[in-house]
């Protein structure tokens, strides 16, 4: 798997624990952001999202934590621990 859009110009064998842990904190802050906005329209009271949006929103965030799944796996593995 190519992670080059998710590793700031890094290659996967080359990061330290910390270049991981600050990839992963972006991943989940972008998660974050999403699940936040999801909650402030479906509480705005103001028609909230149409189920496309919804679903969309919602695949973007499985899609971060597959990503961040993918990424800790592949770092566990090019680092010895496989």
């Not at 509480?43 to 899609?63: K, N, Q, R």
């Amino acid at each position: 798997m190519n992670f080059e859009n998710r590793l700031s110009g890094q290659l996967i064998k080359d990061l330290s624990p910390l270049d991981l842990a600050d990839i992963v904190s972006g991943m989940t802050a972008r998660a974050s952001g999403v699940v936040n906005a999801l909650q402030a329209s479906m509480s705005s009271g103001e028609g909230g999202l149409d189920a496309g949006s919804i679903i969309s929103a919602l695949e973007s965030i499985g899609c971060e934590i597959e990503d961040i799944r993918n990424i800790v796996h592949h770092f566990h593995k090019v680092s010895g621990g496989d």
